[in-house]
């Protein structure tokens, strides 16, 4: 009898943990227009005199150069490569250090911004600019990591039930 209960106490914990996987891989948003409009610089921070990557999206107009201003650095224009707009520069080894605005200007009117530190050679001032990416503000990893760590504990409750249960007899 016992053991009829533990199976039924798993199967039960196993069905809702499945619809509210359901929920979660249902209900995360779609992508909607102007999203994917992003753009980022690495290294960040930068030490003056390095050459630095900037990769950007445009939402729906990567396949079309875009315009990137910075005070670090100056204007630099971003060529289609790969799905991403990409391009290159050589912070000026004279650059004083500080925090620096880098601006993108898309084709199809849409603007990015993203902050660049640039570092003095002797004295590093901070710890790097992280956060607010292309990624940040998703829903999805943390949702599908937090159905699979509860589905695992089910399930080794489960086991370990049915262990207890079967020494018994």
């Known amino acids: 009898m016992r053991g009829l209960l533990s199976q039924r106490a798993l199967s ?3 069905t809702v943990l499945g619809l509210v996987a359901a929920f979660v891989l249902i209900t995360g948003s779609p992508a909607r227009a ?7 610089v690495t290294p960040n921070p930068a030490q003056a005199g390095t050459r630095v990557n900037i990769r950007a999206g445009c939402d729906n ?3 079309r150069q875009a315009e990137v201003n910075s005070d670090a650095f100056g204007r630099v224009m971003l060529r289609p490569n790969n799905g ?3 391009g290159a ?3 000026p080894g004279n650059k004083q250090p500080g925090d620096f605005p880098v601006d993108l200007r898309c084709s199809n009117g849409n603007t990015a911004s993203t902050m660049l ?3 003095n050679m002797a004295q590093p001032s901070k710890g790097p600019a992280t956060g607010g990416g292309g990624t940040a ?3 999805g990893t943390g949702s599908l990591l937090l159905v699979g760590g509860l589905v695992a504990v089910a399930v ?3 086991v370990g039930a049915r262990r207890r249960t079967g020494s018994r007899v």
């Open 12 to 14: 039960a914990v196993l």
């Open 84 to 86: 991403f707009l990409t």
């Open 89 to 91: 520069v050589t912070i």
């Open 137 to 139: 503000g998703g829903q």
């Open 34 to 40: 102007g999203e994917n409009t992003f753009v980022e």
């Open 156 to 158: 080794a409750a489960g």
């Open 117 to 119: 530190t640039v570092l």
């Open 61 to 63: 107009a990567n396949n």
